[in-house]
T-cell receptor, first 116, second 112 residues
Framework: DTGVSQDPRHKITKRGQNVTFRCDPI?????LYWYRQTLGQGPEFLTY????????KSRLLSDRFSAERPKGSFSTLEIQRTEQGDSAMYLC??????????????FGPGTRLTVL | EDQVTQSPEALRLQEGESSSLNCSYT??????LFWYRQDPGKGPEFLFT???AGEEKEKERLKATLTKKESFLHITAPKPEDSATYLC?????????????FGTGTRLTIIP
Protein backbone atom coordinates (compact mmCIF):
# COMPACT_ATOMS: atom_id res chain seq x y z
CA ASP A 1 0.00 0.00 0.00
CA THR A 2 1.83 3.08 -1.26
CA GLY A 3 -0.68 5.60 0.07
CA VAL A 4 -1.82 8.85 -1.52
CA SER A 5 1.00 10.84 -3.12
CA GLN A 6 1.11 14.51 -4.06
CA ASP A 7 3.50 16.49 -6.18
CA PRO A 8 5.12 18.92 -5.66
CA ARG A 9 5.38 18.99 -1.88
CA HIS A 10 6.20 22.69 -1.88
CA LYS A 11 5.53 25.44 -4.43
CA ILE A 12 6.53 29.08 -4.24
CA THR A 13 5.10 31.33 -6.92
CA LYS A 14 4.56 35.00 -7.64
CA ARG A 15 1.14 36.57 -7.60
CA GLY A 16 -0.57 36.26 -10.96
CA GLN A 17 1.16 33.04 -12.00
CA ASN A 18 -0.64 29.77 -12.68
CA VAL A 19 0.17 26.64 -10.68
CA THR A 20 -0.82 22.99 -11.06
CA PHE A 21 -0.72 20.25 -8.43
CA ARG A 22 -0.95 16.52 -8.97
CA CYS A 23 -2.47 13.82 -6.76
CA ASP A 24 -2.09 10.05 -7.20
CA PRO A 25 -4.67 8.18 -5.10
CA ILE A 26 -4.39 4.74 -3.56
CA UNK A 27 -4.63 2.44 -6.57
CA UNK A 28 -8.01 0.75 -6.00
CA UNK A 29 -9.79 3.89 -4.73
CA UNK A 30 -12.55 5.23 -6.96
CA UNK A 31 -13.17 8.49 -5.06
CA LEU A 32 -10.80 11.45 -4.87
CA TYR A 33 -11.14 14.66 -2.87
CA TRP A 34 -9.33 18.01 -2.69
CA TYR A 35 -9.20 20.09 0.50
CA ARG A 36 -7.43 23.30 1.46
CA GLN A 37 -5.97 23.96 4.91
CA THR A 38 -4.68 27.25 6.29
CA LEU A 39 -2.63 27.65 9.44
CA GLY A 40 -4.55 26.84 12.60
CA GLN A 41 -7.63 25.67 10.72
CA GLY A 42 -9.03 22.29 9.79
CA PRO A 43 -9.12 21.17 6.15
CA GLU A 44 -11.89 22.76 4.03
CA PHE A 45 -13.53 20.78 1.24
CA LEU A 46 -12.97 21.97 -2.32
CA THR A 47 -14.17 19.25 -4.69
CA TYR A 48 -14.80 15.51 -5.11
CA UNK A 49 -14.59 13.01 -7.97
CA UNK A 50 -16.09 9.58 -8.34
CA UNK A 51 -14.02 7.92 -11.04
CA UNK A 52 -13.63 10.66 -13.68
CA UNK A 53 -16.83 12.54 -12.82
CA UNK A 54 -16.60 15.69 -10.70
CA UNK A 55 -19.70 15.35 -8.52
CA UNK A 56 -19.41 18.08 -5.91
CA LYS A 57 -17.78 21.51 -5.78
CA SER A 58 -17.52 23.92 -2.88
CA ARG A 59 -18.35 27.60 -3.14
CA LEU A 60 -14.69 28.07 -2.14
CA LEU A 61 -13.72 26.83 -5.59
CA SER A 62 -13.74 30.10 -7.50
CA ASP A 63 -13.51 30.40 -11.29
CA ARG A 64 -9.73 30.54 -10.97
CA PHE A 65 -9.66 26.97 -9.68
CA SER A 66 -10.16 23.92 -11.87
CA ALA A 67 -9.74 20.23 -11.13
CA GLU A 68 -9.66 17.23 -13.41
CA ARG A 69 -9.39 13.50 -13.06
CA PRO A 70 -8.88 12.07 -16.54
CA LYS A 71 -9.50 8.33 -16.83
CA GLY A 72 -10.41 8.17 -13.16
CA SER A 73 -6.82 7.79 -12.00
CA PHE A 74 -4.63 10.74 -10.94
CA SER A 75 -6.06 14.23 -10.49
CA THR A 76 -4.76 17.73 -11.08
CA LEU A 77 -5.76 20.96 -9.38
CA GLU A 78 -4.92 24.17 -11.24
CA ILE A 79 -5.05 27.67 -9.82
CA GLN A 80 -4.94 30.48 -12.35
CA ARG A 81 -3.79 34.03 -11.60
CA THR A 82 -2.75 33.15 -8.06
CA GLU A 83 -3.44 35.59 -5.23
CA GLN A 84 -1.75 35.86 -1.84
CA GLY A 85 -4.92 34.52 -0.24
CA ASP A 86 -4.38 31.24 -2.10
CA SER A 87 -1.38 30.47 0.14
CA ALA A 88 -2.30 27.28 1.98
CA MET A 89 -1.71 23.54 2.19
CA TYR A 90 -3.62 21.72 -0.55
CA LEU A 91 -4.56 18.21 0.54
CA CYS A 92 -5.74 15.32 -1.58
CA UNK A 93 -7.59 12.31 -0.18
CA UNK A 94 -8.96 9.13 -1.69
CA UNK A 95 -11.46 6.49 -0.65
CA UNK A 96 -13.09 3.29 -1.83
CA UNK A 97 -16.83 3.80 -1.82
CA UNK A 98 -19.57 1.39 -0.78
CA UNK A 99 -20.73 -1.27 -1.10
CA UNK A 100 -17.30 -2.88 -1.19
CA UNK A 101 -15.37 -0.15 0.63
CA UNK A 102 -15.72 1.70 3.93
CA UNK A 103 -15.40 5.11 2.25
CA UNK A 104 -12.79 6.22 4.75
CA UNK A 105 -10.85 9.15 3.32
CA UNK A 106 -7.07 8.71 3.41
CA PHE A 107 -5.01 11.85 2.97
CA GLY A 108 -1.78 12.53 1.16
CA PRO A 109 1.11 14.62 2.52
CA GLY A 110 -0.16 17.83 0.93
CA THR A 111 1.30 20.53 -1.31
CA ARG A 112 2.32 23.70 0.52
CA LEU A 113 1.68 26.74 -1.75
CA THR A 114 3.23 30.11 -0.99
CA VAL A 115 2.20 33.07 -3.15
CA LEU A 116 4.56 36.04 -2.92
CA GLU B 1 -24.71 24.35 7.75
CA ASP B 2 -22.73 21.60 9.46
CA GLN B 3 -20.62 22.74 12.42
CA VAL B 4 -17.83 21.08 14.37
CA THR B 5 -16.32 22.65 17.50
CA GLN B 6 -13.29 21.16 19.22
CA SER B 7 -12.05 21.92 22.70
CA PRO B 8 -9.67 22.73 24.15
CA GLU B 9 -7.69 24.45 21.39
CA ALA B 10 -4.45 23.31 23.00
CA LEU B 11 -3.61 20.88 25.79
CA ARG B 12 -0.31 20.23 27.53
CA LEU B 13 -0.01 17.04 29.59
CA GLN B 14 2.76 15.34 31.46
CA GLU B 15 3.72 11.92 30.16
CA GLY B 16 1.33 9.39 31.68
CA GLU B 17 -1.35 12.00 32.52
CA SER B 18 -4.65 10.84 30.98
CA SER B 19 -7.20 13.30 29.56
CA SER B 20 -9.99 13.74 27.00
CA LEU B 21 -10.51 15.88 23.91
CA ASN B 22 -14.00 17.07 23.00
CA CYS B 23 -15.72 17.39 19.62
CA SER B 24 -19.21 18.92 19.56
CA TYR B 25 -21.11 18.74 16.29
CA THR B 26 -24.25 19.92 14.54
CA UNK B 27 -25.12 18.10 11.35
CA UNK B 28 -28.27 17.32 9.42
CA UNK B 29 -28.16 13.56 9.92
CA UNK B 30 -24.81 12.01 10.79
CA UNK B 31 -23.20 9.49 8.44
CA UNK B 32 -19.94 9.13 10.25
CA LEU B 33 -17.82 11.06 12.72
CA PHE B 34 -14.10 10.81 12.00
CA TRP B 35 -10.98 11.37 14.08
CA TYR B 36 -7.66 12.13 12.45
CA ARG B 37 -4.20 12.87 13.80
CA GLN B 38 -2.04 15.48 12.05
CA ASP B 39 1.66 16.06 12.60
CA PRO B 40 3.16 19.45 11.63
CA GLY B 41 3.60 19.83 7.87
CA LYS B 42 1.91 16.50 7.10
CA GLY B 43 -1.49 15.31 5.95
CA PRO B 44 -4.10 14.01 8.42
CA GLU B 45 -3.74 10.37 9.42
CA PHE B 46 -6.97 8.40 9.89
CA LEU B 47 -7.70 7.08 13.39
CA PHE B 48 -11.39 6.16 13.84
CA THR B 49 -14.86 6.29 12.35
CA UNK B 50 -17.93 6.26 14.60
CA UNK B 51 -21.41 5.87 13.13
CA UNK B 52 -23.96 5.79 15.94
CA ALA B 53 -24.44 7.02 19.51
CA GLY B 54 -22.98 4.63 22.04
CA GLU B 55 -20.31 3.34 19.69
CA GLU B 56 -16.73 3.13 20.98
CA LYS B 57 -13.45 2.34 19.22
CA GLU B 58 -9.96 1.84 20.64
CA LYS B 59 -6.44 1.90 19.27
CA GLU B 60 -3.44 1.64 21.56
CA ARG B 61 -3.74 4.52 24.06
CA LEU B 62 -6.68 6.16 22.27
CA LYS B 63 -10.40 5.52 22.73
CA ALA B 64 -13.13 7.36 20.84
CA THR B 65 -16.75 7.56 21.98
CA LEU B 66 -19.87 9.08 20.43
CA THR B 67 -23.12 10.58 21.70
CA LYS B 68 -25.86 12.34 19.73
CA LYS B 69 -24.18 15.72 20.19
CA GLU B 70 -20.48 15.11 20.80
CA SER B 71 -17.55 12.78 20.61
CA PHE B 72 -14.67 12.33 23.00
CA LEU B 73 -11.15 11.15 22.29
CA HIS B 74 -9.74 9.72 25.49
CA ILE B 75 -6.00 9.36 25.76
CA THR B 76 -4.68 7.06 28.46
CA ALA B 77 -1.14 7.32 29.81
CA PRO B 78 0.10 9.33 26.83
CA LYS B 79 3.66 9.29 25.56
CA PRO B 80 5.60 12.14 23.89
CA GLU B 81 5.01 10.53 20.48
CA ASP B 82 1.27 11.16 20.94
CA SER B 83 1.96 14.88 20.54
CA ALA B 84 0.05 16.08 17.46
CA THR B 85 -3.06 17.98 16.41
CA TYR B 86 -6.20 15.85 16.64
CA LEU B 87 -8.93 16.70 14.14
CA CYS B 88 -12.59 15.74 14.27
CA UNK B 89 -14.81 15.72 11.17
CA UNK B 90 -18.42 14.84 10.30
CA UNK B 91 -20.15 13.66 7.16
CA UNK B 92 -23.88 14.24 6.70
CA UNK B 93 -26.34 11.55 5.89
CA UNK B 94 -27.51 12.39 2.37
CA UNK B 95 -25.62 10.31 -0.15
CA UNK B 96 -23.93 12.33 -2.84
CA UNK B 97 -22.75 14.79 -0.20
CA UNK B 98 -19.39 13.22 0.52
CA UNK B 99 -17.45 16.11 1.99
CA UNK B 100 -16.04 16.04 5.48
CA UNK B 101 -16.56 19.12 7.66
CA PHE B 102 -13.64 19.52 10.04
CA GLY B 103 -13.16 21.29 13.33
CA THR B 104 -10.09 23.42 13.97
CA GLY B 105 -8.39 20.71 16.00
CA THR B 106 -6.86 20.26 19.44
CA ARG B 107 -3.08 20.67 19.60
CA LEU B 108 -1.83 18.11 22.12
CA THR B 109 1.64 18.33 23.65
CA ILE B 110 2.95 15.54 25.90
CA ILE B 111 5.85 16.62 28.09
CA PRO B 112 8.41 13.91 29.01
Amino acid sequence: DTGVSQDPRHKITKRGQNVTFRCDPISEHNRLYWYRQTLGQGPEFLTYFQNEAQLEKSRLLSDRFSAERPKGSFSTLEIQRTEQGDSAMYLCASSFGPPLGTDTQYFGPGTRLTVL
Amino acid sequence: EDQVTQSPEALRLQEGESSSLNCSYTVSGLRGLFWYRQDPGKGPEFLFTLYSAGEEKEKERLKATLTKKESFLHITAPKPEDSATYLCAVRRSNFGNEKLTFGTGTRLTIIP
